[in-house]
C-alpha cells in the first residue's frame, strides 16, 4: 500500500487516486516539495491548526487543517507517526503529528473533528494514510507508558510491564471509533527504527536524528 517513488519520496498509493491531492513521507535522503507550506511547533499534543492562507511556522500544535487550494500543510517526525488525511468530497486536507503521547490525546480524531466543523467533512468519507514510523517490532516502552493503552488495546494482557506497543493499531482503532471507514485507513507503513537506510530515527539515533518531512497539499 505504501511504496517509494523514483525521487524517494514515500507515498500512500490509495491516495494517488486523488487527482486534487498531492501527498507524501519523506525519508532519509529526500522530503516532498515544500514552498509553501505550512508547519507546526509540534509539542506532543491535540492542539488543531487551521492553516488556510497561513504559511510558515504557524504556531504551536500538532494537527493542521486545511480546505483551500494551493495550501500545503506538514509535520515532521523521526519514528512519531506521521498520518495525512483526506476528503474527496469537501476536498480538505489534514496532516498530524502522532507519537505515542499524541496518539493517547486523539489528535488525529481530533484533527478528523475540525474537518467536520470547519468543512462539513464526514468522517465516512474521510480518507487516513498512516506514514512510516515506528512499528511494534521496535517501539518497546515501561509500564508507565504501556498501561496508559488499557483502553486502546484492550485485549492486550501484558500492558502492566515493559512490552512492544503498534501505535498505528492504536491510531486505527480511534479513527474507526471517530467513524472513518476501515477500507479508508491506509497503514502498512515501513519502520523508522528498522529502516536504517531509508528514515532518520530518534530511538536509534537519539537527539542528533534528522526529522522528515511529510506534506499534503490541495492542488491550485
Ligand atoms: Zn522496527
Redesign the pocket.
Known amino acids: 500500500m505504501f511504496y517509494k517513488s523514483e525521487s524517494g519520496i514515500w507515498r500512500a498509493a490509495p491516495l494517488d487516486a486523488f487527482q486534487w491531492l498531492e501527498h507524501g513521507f519523506g525519508g532519509r535522503h529526500a522530503n516532498p516539495p515544500a514552498h509553501p507550506l505550512a508547519t507546526l511547533d509540534q509539542i506532543h499534543s491535540a492542539v488543531v491548526v487551521c492553516a488556510d492562507a497561513r504559511t510558515g511556522r504557524i504556531g504551536p500544535g500538532d494537527a493542521l487543517v486545511a480546505g483551500q487550494p494551493g495550501v500545503r500543510i506538514g509535520v515532521r517526525t523521526a519514528d512519531c507517526l506521521p498520518i495525512l488525511l483526506a476528503d474527496p468530497e469537501r476536498r480538505a486536507i489534514a496532516a498530524v503529528h502522532a507519537g505515542w503521547r499524541g496518539t493517547l490525546l486523539g489528535v488525529a480524531v481530533r484533527a478528523a473533528e475540525a474537518m467536520n466543523r470547519l468543512y462539513g467533512s464526514r468522517p465516512g468519507s474521510l480518507h487516513a494514510a498512516i506514514g512510516p514510523g515506528?512499528?511494534?517490532?521496535?517501539?518497546e516502552v515501561g509500564p508507565e507508558v504501556a498501561a496508559q493503552f488499557r483502553n486502546l488495546l484492550p485485549e492486550r494482557n501484558d500492558l502492566d510491564r515493559k512490552t512492544r506497543v503498534d501505535l498505528a493499531e492504536a491510531n486505527r482503532r480511534l479513527l474507526a471509533a471517530a467513524g472513518l471507514s476501515l477500507k479508508h485507513i491506509h497503514g502498512g507503513a515501513p519502520?523508522?527504527?528498522?529502516?536504517v537506510e531509508e528514515f532518520h530515527s530518534w530511538r536509534r539515533e537519539g537527539t542528533s536524528a534528522g526529522r522528515m518531512l511529510s506534506v499534503v497539499g490541495i492542488r491550485a
Open positions: 515506528i512499528n511494534a517490532c521496535c517501539f519502520c523508522t527504527c528498522c529502516g
